[in-house]
């Protein structure tokens, strides 16, 4: 017999609904009408018998809380797995507090789940969620990424990633300091700043060096040095401007990123 959650148990719930693990919730229909508005459809008119959902215990319990008058998890403590169950929940049964929630808190694991957040992302129409983890996506193998992405985000991506690395390479190739390092930064030139952009040419490497920084080229010592850098910052954000929106195939609004 299925065990029952010892947080929802109440007598006088009208709806009685079952996680995909076999745990039982006893909860009100009012309180789903509430804040729920993917809850009061067709599906929950159950006539008396137990309603199977297909998200599991933990992520039930952690929705419905945020449904009734009670001490609310703390969103911050969640491992992101239960995090991107919990949105994927609130999402579907359109719980809207809880995705605005999820939402800002997943910004926090973008650097480490990339590419699930993408997809997230792109499944809800998430745009300024899926420009976050473009910068991390560029610094991951090809193949992992592709392998990660939902099958209609890999061409676009793809063509992405190409035009973002022509662009980077076209740019930086022409970059130098005519003073201290009198070859292209693709020619190992003495300057090691310029052969840290040469060699890594993502979005989130070079916005990391073009920031301002106490050692940074924008305060190198040598003028040609920072004659450079400045205007291969220019010429990179000029050269952006000119790109399509990012996944226009998917049907994505989204713009392509400047530094």
Known sequence: ??????????????????????????????????????????????????????????????????????????????????????????DKYEVFHVMNMCKMRMEDFVPNHPAKIMNFAFRHDYRELMLMTVPFLLDLPLEKVVKALLPQMVIPWVSYRECWSDAAYKVLAKSKCTGCGKESVLSEPDCMRWVELGEKRSLKVISEVYDPKPHGLDNAKCPKCRYGYNLSRFNLRKLLKRFRPLLRSCNCRLQWLAL
């Open 1 to 90: 017999m299925p065990a029952t959650s010892p947080n929802f148990h109440a007598s006088d719930a009208d709806i009685v609904v079952r996680s995909s693990d076999n745990i039982l919730f006893h909860v009100h229909r009012k309180n789903l009408e509430t804040h729920a508005a993917g809850f009061p459809s067709s599906e929950f008119d159950a006539k008396g018998e137990i309603v199977p959902l297909t998200e599991d215990a933990s992520t039930l319990e952690n929705l419905l809380r945020y449904m009734y008058p009670q001490r609310i998890p703390d969103i911050e403590l969640l491992s992101f797995d239960h995090l991107y169950n919990l949105a994927e929940a609130a």
